[in-house]
């Protein structure tokens, strides 16, 4: 499986500040925030599965933009995936006819444009031999982490997350783990703002790599505009064992 990086940052500010969405292969988003905006048209119109970590904006706002740019044009719904909790959230909030049409019932309720599809934590996908399964993780509103195996590896992204022993254990427990791709939020000198709004801080970072007794490369994602040169340099000041390296936007990571 190959996943390119669309957008990995915290917020925005410049051409190389996009939020947090990856394309999967051609056809698999995970999150779609505002990096989703890169893909063309006839890309966006590849999309059939989208994989939501949570509902904060960050990680969705391309997301109603993207159903009503292709919807036209496709033969069959783009399936959501996420949480009940994420998709009543999603439901209430943004497709209430309000802030955006709810496009799971346009044209019509037997032939929507989007479709939720409700993924417990703990639940596997398998999309074409591609196993995707719900991890936890612990944010400020319900969220998952996501593990994605293709059989003959692993990745694992741990979309916005606290100090989670929950996720260490699962990130432990794959047995071929490629690629970890982590959130490093806020720098430690922000560390009553990264509890606050339950991320992580490169102190908190380390200490979760410390636990970490499986070897993939590491890569931080979700870094604070403004915070991100700090939050590399207390990370590398740290010394982890991993070495991790910060995420870049266009990257592209294969397992
Ligand atoms: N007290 C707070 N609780 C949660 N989020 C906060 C708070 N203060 C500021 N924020 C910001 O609001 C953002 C919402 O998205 P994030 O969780 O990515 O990151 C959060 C912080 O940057």
Not at 22 to 33: R, S
Not at 179 to 187: D, G, P, R, S
Not at 236 to 250: N, T, V
Request: net charge negative.
């Amino acid at each position: 499986m190959k996943l390119k990086v669309l957008g990995c940052s915290g917020g925005i500010g410049g051409a190389q500040a996009r939020t947090t969405s990856f394309l999967v292969d051609e056809d698999i988003l995970i999150d779609c925030g505002t990096g989703a905006g890169e893909l063309s048209l006839d890309a966006m119109r590849r999309i059939d599965h989208v994989f939501l970590t949570h509902a904060h904006l960050d990680h969705i706002a391309c997301l109603p933009l993207l159903i009503d740019s292709v919807g036209d044009a496709r033969s069959l719904p783009v399936t959501v995936h996420a949480t009940p909790e994420t998709i009543r959230i999603l439901h209430s909030h943004v497709f209430n006819w309000l802030v955006w049409p709810d496009f799971s019932a346009i044209p019509d309720r037997h032939h929507p444009f989007m479709r939720f599809q409700p993924m417990k934590l703990g639940e596997s996908i398998s999309l074409g031999g591609r196993v995707i399964k719900a991890l936890p993780a612990q944010h400020t509103v319900p969220t998952v982490a996501y593990a994605l195996d293709s059989g003959e590896g692993q990745l694992v992204f741990s979309g916005d997350t606290a100090y989670c022993p929950e996720l260490i254990a699962a990130i432990n427990a794959q047995p071929a783990l490629r690629h970890l791709i982590v959130e490093t939020a806020f720098a430690d000198e922000q560390h009553g703002l990264a509890v606050a709004s339950r991320h992580l801080c490169p102190s908190m970072l380390l200490a979760m790599l410390e636990e970490v007794h499986v070897t993939p490369e590491v890569h931080i994602t979700h870094l604070k505009p403004g915070a991100d040169l700090r939050i590399i340099a207390q990370i590398e000041a740290g010394a982890p064992r991993l070495k991790p390296r910060r995420l870049q936007m266009g990257q592209e990571l294969y397992f």
